[in-house]
């Protein structure tokens, strides 16, 4: 910030004629509300139809306010203002502010010249326009040509250096007719390097073109053999093969032939899931008939064991022959038991059913049911001895 600049921003705001005295005393310390109405009332001047808010009494509303200012100006009046400066809001913001009030200044000094100047401008003829035109082509013609040399200007400055250089040694010496000799002889290199390489390029290109005259046959030739393959395979898709109608019928049997072998491997599966299901049920049953012996030898080994207990007498021997026949009777079930299996067994060859299995144990169980009964099971022998009691 300088004293000049304050004041000159002074003047020229006076000029362009704002509202607000402004003095040099304002920017020493910070003032956002005064340079906040000064960027409003200078864009509004530059452009009336702008939409800007003014609204700056939080932070965040004065950054958005100076950007927007910023972004305007940018694409507008290409102008780049520093927004750290401007949110200072003191001298360095004078920098900033300087810069829109001269652009508006030397637009209004430029409109007042131009509505003072009353002359009337000279009639416009066509061959002015032509000429116009062509002036146009040959400097966009000149800017892509200047564009393209200045994309090399990097890797030519130095050899451009160094040529100026020996030229000057050259023109600076004292033996100038040697180095002049020197040079042409050089050109003289280089021309004939030059053509050189031009016929090493003029043959390469002859080879370069019968290569391709070569390729060309060759591509061709296979276009040609490309068209009698597919003219072939065409005539060979529409002839039906001989043994098309056999393979078609062996491939109808597969299909059947696969049906039954799932068929009966769905049969297989269900007959042995019956199988464990019976297998199970058997083993049950089995435990359960245990399960029933034990509670029998139990229960007979209670009374046995109430008998030795109790007096003797008629009565005790009744009991025991009671209690003998039970066990006689158990012991012949387990006996008939184990024999029937042993028979089952022998008949079997080894090998018994699970029907087979299954009678053996009904008529064991039956058997049972039938020597324990009159002998003083829990039906028979309980009437037997209740009967014997009552008589004595």
Excluded: C
Excluded at 121 to 144: E, F, M, N
Excluded at 161 to 171: E, I, K, P, V
Excluded at 247 to 262: D, F, S
Aim: no cysteine; hydrophobic share 30%; proline share 3%.
């Amino acid at each position: 910030m300088s004293y000049r600049e304050i004041r000159n921003f002074t003047e020229i705001m006076r000029a362009l004629g704002y509202p607000r005295l402004i003095s040099m005393e304002n920017f020493r310390r910070p003032n956002f509300e005064l340079v906040a109405d000064i960027l409003y009332w200078m864009v509004k001047m530059y452009d009336p139809e702008t939409t800007v808010s003014d609204r700056v009494e939080f932070e965040n509303e004065r950054v958005i306010f100076l950007t927007e200012i910023a972004g305007l100006l940018a694409t507008k009046a290409r102008l780049k203002l520093n927004t750290k400066k401007l949110y200072a809001s003191d001298g360095r913001a004078v920098q900033e502010l300087l810069k829109v009030a001269s652009l508006l200044h030397r637009a209004t000094k430029s409109i007042s010249t131009k509505l003072l100047d009353d002359t009337p401008p000279a009639p416009i003829r066509i061959q002015d326009v032509k000429s116009a035109r062509v002036l146009a082509s040959d400097i966009t013609q000149s800017g892509a040509k200047l564009f393209d040399m200045l994309a090399n200007e990097k890797e030519e400055r130095q050899e451009r250096a160094r040529a100026l250089r020996f030229l000057d040694l050259s023109t600076s010496a004292a033996d100038g007719p040697k180095e002049q000799a020197y040079i042409e002889r050089s050109i003289r290199d280089i021309i004939e390097n030059t053509k050189q390489a031009l016929e090493d390029m003029r043959k390469e290109s002859e080879e370069l073109e019968a290569d391709e005259r070569n390729l060309e046959s060759k591509i061709k030739k296979k276009q040609e053999e490309l068209e009698r393959t597919e003219k072939r395979l065409k005539s060979l898709e529409s002839v039906k093969p001989q043994f098309m109608e056999e393979a078609e019928k062996l491939e109808k049997e597969l299909q059947r032939y696969y049906e039954v072998y799932m068929e009966k491997h769905r049969n297989l599966d269900y007959l042995e899931f019956e199988l464990d299901k019976y297998r199970r049920s058997e083993e049950e049953r089995k435990e359960e008939h245990d399960r029933k012996l034990k509670l029998m030898r139990e229960r007979l080994y209670k009374e046995e064991v109430e008998l030795m207990r109790g007096g003797g007498g008629s009565r005790g021997q009744e009991d025991r022959d009671d209690y003998k026949g039970r066990s006689e009777a158990v012991r012949g079930l387990q006996g008939a038991k184990v024999q029937g299996s042993m028979q089952g067994s022998r008949r079997g060859g080894g090998s018994s059913s699970p029907h087979s299995d299954e009678n053996d144990d009904s008529s064991d169980v039956g058997a049972s049911d039938s020597d324990v009964g009159p002998r003083g099971g829990p039906g028979g022998g309980g009437s037997r001895a209740g009967g014997g009691r009552g008589a004595r």
